[in-house]
Nanobody, 124 residues
Framework: QAPLVESGGGSVQAGGSLRLSCVAS????????LGWFRQAPGEEREGIAF???????NYAESVKGRFAISKDDAKNTLLLQMNSLKPEDTAMYYC??????????????????WGQGTQVTVAS
């Protein structure tokens, strides 16, 4: 199993920023592709960003230019910097991992391991 633990969620005004963290085991961090997903009430879970083993990143159009995914190698931590937040960004945010040698996609079915989630609420 690949334990993943998210943190950093909270409540913020529209236009504000938050940074999410996801701590992974050393093996997961170094060997897996990692992604961020979110799920709003009544909605399907959607992929918003991934970073593969070589550092290649990709984003959903809804967050491109506002969110940035990165890794803190010293702490085995996946990060998501979220700027210019909008009320429609309100959701539970999850990190996930998949063991792949090629870049993953943003489809939820591809990922094997999931964290418990951290809530982000953006007020208008």
């Amino acid at each position: 199993q690949a334990p993943l633990v998210e943190s950093g969620g909270g409540s913020v005004q529209a236009g504000g920023s938050l940074r999410l963290s996801c701590v992974a085991s050393a093996n997961t961090y170094s060997s897996y592709c990692l992604g961020w997903f979110r799920q709003a009430p009544g909605e399907e879970r959607e992929g918003i960003a991934f970073i593969d083993r070589d550092g290649y990143v990709n984003y959903a159009e809804s967050v491109k230019g506002r969110f940035a995914i990165s890794k803190d190698d010293a702490k085995n931590t996946l990060l998501l910097q979220m700027n210019s937040l909008k009320p429609e960004d309100t959701a539970m945010y999850y990190c996930a991992a998949v063991y792949k040698w090629t870049p993953p996609t943003l489809f939820t079915y591809e990922y094997d391991y999931w964290g418990q989630g951290t809530q982000v609420t953006v007020a208008s």
